[in-house]
């Protein structure tokens, strides 16, 4: 199991529903594969639950939790039995695990996949990132029309984007999951995993604030990669921290200095190569300085 196949059987479920319009009516979809789906009050730890009784499939989601935290509870769950993946955490979602990557195992973070997929399905996201730029506001814009977090709109725009842009997210300082358009990935520009923030990024003053909220910094693209390539290109950046979880989420645009064509040469292997293929686009990407 990796990630193209979670996408498409989630593309696949999206099909078979007969949903072709945001924001996705997730419980139509739960419907669909028989399940039935209960709001109801559980601990601040557990996000849902899902169990038969008397052969009928239930979801349990906390109704304390945010819509959106809800929405993605749901599609998580449903996820795990679209994927024939057993739950590593039990019947019980803990709370402090959706969407996050430190300790997690492969199964849970590819049933986040598939939930992403469904908020945020390709055939919609991707007309949208020719017409929006890369920013925490459109971004905003993008994650209340589709009824996602910003987290996996930003994740969907880059993929589906051809524009020089990655998003980035680290936990305690550490990156942990980076997705860079085609353009930077063709660009011989990556973004490695288990290395700790950039001292200049906008996301390591955040870090070291230590408070919650945006910022912003300009910086080189060596500051965030290793490519000799990364040299060729400036890059604006902006970042936000949320300090429960300890995690940072950076925007990056890089900004080309040089039309040299990229070298012909070896190339390192690096974390990005396992990372899905994007199709084409274009999202009309400018200068943000």
């Not at 996050?100 to 945020?120: M, N, Q, S």
């Not at 209340?144 to 051809?162: G, L, W």
Request: net charge negative; glycine share 6%; proline share 5%.
């Amino acid at each position: 199991m990796d990630e193209n196949i979670a996408i498409g059987r989630a593309q696949k479920l999206l099909k078979d529903a007969g949903i072709k319009a945001a924001p996705v009516d997730v419980e139509t979809l739960a419907v669909f594969l028989d399940f039935k789906v209960s709001r109801v009050e559980l601990p601040d730890t557990e996000a849902g639950s899902t169990f038969i009784k008397r052969g009928q499939k239930h979801i349990l989601v906390n109704e304390n939790d945010s819509p959106l935290r809800q929405r993605f509870t749901i599609l998580h769950e449903i996820a795990h039995h679209v994927l024939e993946l057993p739950s590593k955490h039990g019947d019980k979602v803990p709370a402090d695990e959706l969407e996050r990557f430190t300790g997690r195992h492969p199964e849970e973070i590819l049933c986040d996949v598939f939930a992403a997929e469904c908020l945020a399905p390709w055939a919609l996201i991707q007309p949208m990132a020719e017409d929006k730029e890369f920013t925490l506001e459109h971004l905003g814009e993008l994650a209340e029309h589709f009824q996602a977090s910003r987290s996996c709109i930003a994740s969907r725009f880059a993929q589906a984007s051809d524009g020089h842009l990655a998003f980035v997210v680290a936990e305690d300082g550490v990156v942990k999951y980076s997705i860079v358009s085609k353009a930077l990935r063709e660009a011989r520009v990556w973004i490695t995993k288990g290395i700790p923030l950039p001292q200049n990024s906008a996301a390591a003053k955040a870090y070291k604030a230590g408070i919650s909220g945006p910022h912003e910094a300009d910086i080189e693209g060596t500051d965030w990669s290793s490519s000799d390539n990364a040299r060729r290109f400036a890059c604006y950046e902006q970042a936000t921290y949320h300090a429960p979880t300890r995690q940072t989420q950076s925007i990056l645009n890089f900004e080309e200095l040089d039309q040299r064509p990229v070298s012909n040469g070896y190339r390192a292997k690096h974390d990005d190569d396992d990372l899905l293929e994007e199709l084409d686009g274009r999202p009309g990407w400018s200068k943000y300085r």
